[in-house]
């Protein structure tokens, strides 16, 4: 499935910024399963200063505000060509070891909440099959709601709330699937809806490492593995390593945040 996919987040100051640093993982790679036919990130209001990838692998462009702005845009534009690979992604790709995927962070340290799901789940004859049973039993434990106060939850408390959205269940079934023994990680991407083109924000799942097969995707919220509808962008241990745009500024104006997401079919 071809994918054309536009993008942009506007930042809004009411105050002049004199200066300002951001990272963007916003620029998709091409591996198996996924082609990247054209991808163009334009800036408004600030420079690109260098592209490179982090220890995961992904593309990040590092961009520097120019002085004095109070407003600063990143559009992105491109056509992606992805391939149903049933969630599964393979090999290990990237700078780190395999094992530091089980390792806990902040926003994925498991606590009593993750001990009660993981407990509540069947041993399955394949590590693939217990990986989905696990998918399957986070969703009905915490449904997916976006009634959610806050966007940096930890586990335990999305857990605790009750509800969740993609990226509270991307972190409950890593710190979950880290506790059974699994490598697992955080994905930042698009996903095409079925009902619209306009969308509010782009997506967020999880991966876990299987014996045999490597990475496979598991979208909680959407009770599916990730088919030619998503397209990945970035992977880390959490939200915080994969996040689309992260960084600082000086000054001390307040912010305000636009975003305006399309992804079809081509």
């Given amino acids: 499935m071809r ?16 200066y300002g640093l951001q990272q963007l993982r916003l620029r998709p790679k091409s591996r198996d399963g996924q082609e990247v036919l054209s991808w163009d990130i334009e800036v408004r209001g600030g420079s690109r200063e260098v592209t490179y990838e982090d220890e995961h692998a992904n593309s990040v462009d590092l961009i ?21 690979r049933a969630g599964v992604v393979g090999r290990q790709m990237g700078f780190v070891p395999l094992w530091l995927y089980q390792r806990s962070t902040p926003l994925t340290e498991a606590g ?9 789940v069947k041993r399955e004859d394949t590590d693939l099959a217990t990986l989905h049973a696990l998918s399957t039993h986070i969703l ?13 939850l930890t586990a335990e408390q999305a857990i605790a709330a009750g509800h969740a959205v993609c990226q509270d269940h991307a972190h409950i079934f890593i710190s979950a699937a880290r506790a059974m023994g699994f490598p697992a990680r955080y994905v930042s991407g698009y996903l095409m809806m079925n009902d619209r083109v306009l969308q509010d924000a782009g997506h967020a ?5 299987v014996e045999g097969l490597g990475w496979v995707g598991f979208d909680v919220s959407n009770a599916i593995s990730p088919d030619a509808r998503y397209v990945r962008v970035a992977t880390a241990l959490d939200y915080r390593g994969a996040a689309p745009i992260s960084g600082m500024r000086f000054g001390h104006g307040s ?12």
């Fill in 3 to 18: 994918l054309k996919i536009e993008h942009q987040t506007t930042y809004t100051y009411d105050q002049p910024v004199p």
């Fill in 112 to 120: 009593a909440g993750v001990a009660a799901l993981v407990a509540g």
């Fill in 140 to 152: 009905l434990a915490v449904p997916f709601s976006t009634d959610q106060a806050a966007s940096d």
């Fill in 205 to 209: 799942w999880a991966e876990a490492h």
């Fill in 64 to 84: 520097s505000f120019d002085g004095g702005q109070h407003e600063i845009s990143i559009t992105c534009k491109g056509e992606v060509e992805v391939t149903d």
């Fill in 255 to 266: 912010e305000s945040l636009q975003v305006a997401l399309q992804v079809q079919q081509q």
